[in-house]
């Protein structure tokens, strides 16, 4: 999840650095600059400390840069093995810290059931709601939104006429990519050149090129002492959105609406009325029985159409088989 600093206050954001897609010290490191939501450079070269764990590095940054809302970045510049890297990490000063896709504050901004006030429910019960909306849409997306680093080792697909190899992710939209790693043989691996990968970034898709006319990428796919080998790929890579994209916002106070509707025995539609001796009767339009199916509650039909652009690769296209 992306880091978030209350606003006028001081905090700090991390990273972890990845080498050969294991944790590692660098011989030297610092940002080399931060910029503001307005896109202003407002710090440069500064230093920074190591965290908890190798490969974990952190910085604090000070009350007096945190005044304006919005969307920073700040760049990383490390040296390992001779050679220099560069990483560009985003982050967000906000006015209230965010535990999932809302905070209680868009609830009550968003909502339009007017049983849910200014100061009706409290905060700790709407947050609890959040918490189960986002397990919900978590479930449903296939995976969280959020922009985060992974890890994933994952199988692949040769392409043997072209010596390259395709693979696809699991999140997406991708940010960057650190580094891919591939078996090639029983007890070896290899490591790619990111230099050489095409990213899809809304697939999350990637597409490695060696030289065709002079074919170095060798992968053993079959183990003449055992079985034939799966290529696998281990990657690491930055995916996510920075900010929560405004309909899967929309989702989620829609998912708290409903949850607190049941609360308050308003989670049922009128499907029949008779004027004769005034019968009326409540319960679940067809769209919202396959919406009820899909995720579990009722009064929802619209939630899947805000969130189905944003489903994971492995909900969204179907994928099976040598991609699963």
């Not at 994933?152 to 043997?160: A, F, N």
């Not at 809304?202 to 065709?212: D, H, I, P, S, W």
């Amino acid at each position: 999840m992306t880091d978030q600093i209350l606003q006028n206050t001081s905090d700090k954001i991390e990273i972890d650095i990845y080498y050969n897609n294991v944790l590692t010290n660098p011989t030297s490191i610092i940002i080399r600059e931060i910029r503001d939501s307005n896109g202003t450079v407002i710090l440069t070269d500064q230093a920074v400390i190591q965290g908890s764990t190798t490969g974990r590095y952190e910085y604090t940054l000070d009350q007096s840069y945190t005044a304006i809302l919005g969307v920073y970045s700040a760049i990383w510049r490390f040296v390992i093995s001779n050679s220099t890297f560069e990483h560009t990490q985003y982050f967000e000063v906000v006015d209230a810290i965010r535990y999932g896709y809302v905070t209680p504050d868009d609830v009550r901004r968003l909502t339009l059931y007017d049983e849910i006030t200014a100061d009706i429910p409290t905060n700790e019960v709407l947050q609890k709601y959040i918490d189960r909306s986002t397990q919900i849409i978590d479930t449903y997306l296939g995976g969280s939104i959020n922009y985060a680093i992974y890890t994933e080792k994952i199988r692949c697909v040769l392409d043997k006429i072209h010596n390259g190899v395709h693979i696809q992710l699991r999140h997406r939209p991708i940010v960057d990519v650190t580094s891919v790693q591939l078996m090639q043989g029983p007890q070896t691996t290899v490591d790619l050149n990111v230099d050489y990968i095409r990213v899809n970034e809304n697939a999350a898709y990637l597409e490695y090129f060696q030289n065709v006319s002079y074919p170095t990428l060798q992968i053993c796919t079959f183990d003449a002492t055992g079985t034939p080998i799966i290529p696998v790929a281990t990657v690491v890579y930055t995916a996510g959105y920075v900010s929560v994209p405004e309909p899967v916002q929309q989702a989620a106070v829609s998912l708290v609406e409903e949850m607190y509707k049941a609360t308050k025995g308003d989670d049922k539609s009128l499907v029949a009325y008779s004027i004769g001796d005034t019968t009326e009767r409540y319960g679940h339009t067809k769209n919202e029985e396959q919406a009820l199916m899909e995720l579990g509650l009722g009064g929802v039909s619209t939630v899947t159409k805000l969130l189905s652009p944003y489903r994971q690769p492995f909900k969204r296209f179907g994928f099976v088989g040598p991609l699963g």
